[in-house]
């Protein structure tokens, strides 16, 4: 990239090469940075190695769950002890042991200590509150179903577990859950349950999916006159952040209204800095947006490019894809739009076929275009955008490749 100097307004890489102080400076500062997250990963895979020492320690010792209890029988329960099925003890050497150690660890910023605690109250915590969906029994109550339930799985993979409060506008089923505080206990139970459930469709593998998208919709929802419904949301809140950290991947709040904001500022400071920013609000209008957005193929961290389509000019991105069996991706935006746009594909053999993806009209509006095309032949995918107006058009786009298998593989089996 080239950097320009604001004194003479020539490029540093041109002419003799010279580097300037700018360009020092960005270099040590990128050397810091990198350097920085080296020093970071060290401490943390320390942090993780002295974890699994202290954990093994206390299950050998027999005090994971406390004073260490003499009999031999307790002893050779402790070595079997295991969380959402996965063994603790990590000289059994399962795959997904670190996976939940590290859920604890990254809870604790990394604090040895303070995970460990946290470890020891969250098992001594399922045994009393018996959150083994096993103790509890498989059937749920099928009204419960109509508000709390799980239902198919976002782009990563990750179960997408819905809160629909809306039927609970219905006083009778409201009083069915809410009427008694044996009711609010059982509801409460009841969550528990499901969570345990979902936790179930979990690899805890690495680049698995190990969490859980939670949708809350409020449409129609009960106000805040009804504090029983508010005192258990409250208390559901603080047990998935005290005794299951990490698996809380993105809570989404839609169709939020505005006397939420208030409630929510109210018990928004028991919630730790970690799990507010999983926190993901959308009024009625903006639902579907913010549901798009946040079950996206991209990231935050993925690269954007620039294209500068200049005035009665055509411009033209290339998306080189040389290998098959690919599904490759793009996203791109114009900045007031009011251009002629095409996308194509075309192969490197000149005996095949080219492939129009998206016919050439005018586009007057909109906020962006998405598009995706299976590769079965090496080749590129090429966008082509006229600007026939009198002002530039900025162009911004990103595009990934997933690795994909044709469905057609599955009918010829």
């Not at 040895?112 to 498989?138: S, Y």
Request: aromatic fraction near 12%; glycine fraction near 6%.
């Amino acid at each position: 990239m080239d950097i320009y100097d604001e004194d003479d307004g020539n490029s540093s890489t041109g002419g003799s090469g010279r580097e300037t102080p700018l360009q020092d400076y960005y270099e040590a500062f990128q050397e810091d940075g990198i350097a920085a997250i080296e020093e970071m990963k060290i401490k943390k895979k320390k942090a993780l190695l002295e974890f699994r020492c202290m954990v093994q320690d206390a299950i050998l010792g027999n005090y994971i769950l406390g004073k260490p209890k003499q009999a031999a029988k307790t002893r050779q329960q402790l070595k079997d002890i295991s969380l959402w099925g996965v063994p603790l003890l990590p000289t059994k050497c399962h795959h997904g042991t670190d996976i939940v150690l590290l859920k604890f660890l990254k809870a604790k910023d990394f604090k040895v200590h303070e995970a460990f605690k946290m470890l020891r109250k969250t098992l001594i915590w399922r045994t009393d509150f018996m959150a083994n969906v096993d103790q509890q029994g498989e059937i749920l109550d099928p009204d419960f179903d109509k508000i709390v339930y799980f239902n198919c799985k976002d782009k990563q993979g990750q179960p997408l577990c819905y809160n629909i409060y809306g039927p609970l506008k219905d006083r009778e089923l409201y009083n069915k859950f809410f009427g008694t505080k044996n009711d609010c206990d059982k509801f409460l139970r009841l969550k528990v349950q499901l969570m345990e459930k979902g936790i179930k469709e979990l690899s805890f593998k690495p680049g698995g999916p190990n969490s859980i998208v939670q949708i809350t919709d409020l449409k129609n929802s009960p106000g805040p006159g009804h504090k029983e419904l508010s005192l258990i949301c409250k208390k559901s809140l603080m047990l998935t952040q005290n005794h299951y950290p990490g698996f809380i991947h993105r809570n989404i709040i839609i169709n939020v209204p505005f006397w939420f904001y208030v409630c929510h500022v109210m018990s928004y400071k028991f919630i730790s800095k970690r799990n507010k920013r999983k926190f993901v609000f959308a009024r009625p209008s903006k639902v579907t947006k913010t549901l798009l957005r946040e079950n996206d193929e991209f990231f935050p961290e993925d690269t954007v490019s620039e294209l500068v389509v200049r005035k009665n000019t055509t411009g033209c991105i290339q998306i080189p894809v040389p290998e098959a069996g690919v599904t490759m991706i793009w996203d791109l935006t114009v900045v007031e739009w009011d251009v002629l746009y095409k996308e194509e594909f075309i192969p490197d053999d000149e005996g095949s076929y080219t492939v129009l993806l998206r016919e050439e009209r005018e586009r007057k509006g909109g906020e962006r275009i998405r598009n995706s095309f299976y590769i079965n032949e090496p080749g590129k995918i090429l966008i082509t955008i006229h600007n026939s107006t009198f002002n530039r058009k900025n162009v911004f786009y990103r595009f990934k490749t997933k690795p994909t298998v044709p469905m057609y593989v599955f009918y010829n089996k």
